[in-house]
């Protein structure tokens, strides 16, 4: 009776149908909730008369199988956009204004549309790339890609300034769009408060939050292409979970593919951090550097590591400019941090030949050859 095939399951003419509920089109959706149930067709009874025989059980459940039947399905691999950081389906990119969001997706699109080097240092899937600029204009996004693409601009690389909201018909052009672009393979939609409908009254945030990815995340599925949409963040700076930093509710966090996170703690400095979390991609932070000469973020490393090197680079400041040698203690009081931090640091950066020690517990840098 079941066929798995094309994703749908047909049924044998002896078999009770099972009705569908419709689903309704944002812009179905009526202001009084009371109306809401009215609008969806009730199913009918499991007891039915088919052909001429009764139904005397309820229609069995059409896409439970077993642990075996599964171990035996055979799935293609991850096909990777970004190596180990975009997968295929739904990716939410949260950052605050100005922070370099659009910067970085351009940054990504070109990479994948040519085949390059992400962030100087990851691997791409070379690959069809639709980029949709809703904040800016064509002199914007041509200045944009010209900090990426000094010449020979892709042919894969489609771009669209002006496009219908989800409740306009957007989704479904969006549909059609990568049924006749198969090559397609990464969406970026800049931003996801452009493309989405305003939340219906009567409608709960959450249930709004989620019912707009849940519906993105179909197309994702059904082209299995990777659509990274471009959000803003909330106030909430001192959230334990970085995350939680994203605006909206648990609905959008909750419904996505993979989260990530851009911030920066100045502005006016070049280093920033990005977070990633996601259901294909393990939990890391990154740090990244803006580069004013080519426009381009690149990849530092791992935003712990890099911390310490940091932290290495002002004991070195410090004690390059000091007349003698002096001992982890006053390095920590003269910059502020913790003395078994420091005096670990130092003692780690002597065997790593970057200070040397000289008499009892003092230290200074090493001199270059």
Do not use: C
Not at 78 to 89: A, D, R, S, T, Y
Not at 162 to 191: A, S
Not at 211 to 218: F, H, L, P
């Amino acid at each position: 009776m079941e066929n798995f095939t094309d994703g749908g399951l047909r049924l044998s003419e002896n078999e009770p149908e099972v009705v569908e509920p419709r689903e309704i089109p944002w812009d179905e959706i009526p202001d009084d909730l009371d109306e809401v149930a009215e609008a969806v067709p009730e199913a009918e009874p499991a007891q039915e008369r088919v052909n001429g025989q009764q139904a005397d059980r309820v229609a069995s459940f059409p896409k439970v199988i077993t642990a075996a039947e599964l171990e035996k399905r055979k799935y293609p691999r991850l096909n990777w956009l970004v190596q180990e950081i975009l997968p295929p389906g739904v990716t939410i990119l949260a950052g605050p204004p100005k922070s370099g969001k659009t910067r970085l997706m351009t940054h990504v699109a070109a990479a994948v549309a040519t085949g390059a080097r992400v962030l100087g240092k990851i691997d791409t899937r070379r690959a069809g790339v639709l980029f949709l600029y809703l904040e800016d204009g064509w002199r914007r996004v041509q200045a944009r890609l010209s900090e990426f693409l000094p010449g020979g601009w892709p042919n894969n690389l489609r771009l669209e300034i002006d496009w219908p909201r989800m409740e306009d018909g957007g989704l479904r052009r969006l549909d059609e769009f990568l049924e006749q672009q198969p090559e397609v393979r990464m969406v970026i939609i800049d931003v996801l408060e452009r493309f989405r409908p305003p939340t219906p009254r009567g409608v709960s945030v959450y249930q709004y939050d989620y019912r707009t990815i849940a519906s993105i995340r179909k197309v994702a599925e059904k082209h299995d292409v990777a659509i990274l949409l471009i959000h803003h963040t909330n106030k909430l700076q001192d959230a334990p979970d970085v995350f939680n930093r994203i605006s909206g509710t648990l609905g959008l966090t909750g419904a996505v593919d993979t989260m990530m996170l851009l911030e920066r703690t100045d502005r006016m400095q070049p280093e920033a951090t990005l977070s990633i979390d996601g259901r294909e991609v393990e939990a890391q932070e990154l740090t990244l550097e803006y580069d004013p000469d080519t426009g381009e973020w690149e990849l530092l490393g791992d935003a712990n590591l890099y911390s310490t090197s940091d932290e290495r680079r002002q004991i070195i400041s410090y004690l390059e400019n000091q007349p003698e040698p002096k001992s982890p203690k006053e390095v920590a009081v003269a910059l502020g941090k913790n003395d078994s931090t420091t005096r670990n640091n130092m003692r780690n950066m002597a065997r790593d030949r970057q200070l040397v020690r000289v008499g009892r517990g003092k230290y200074t840098v090493s001199k270059k050859d």
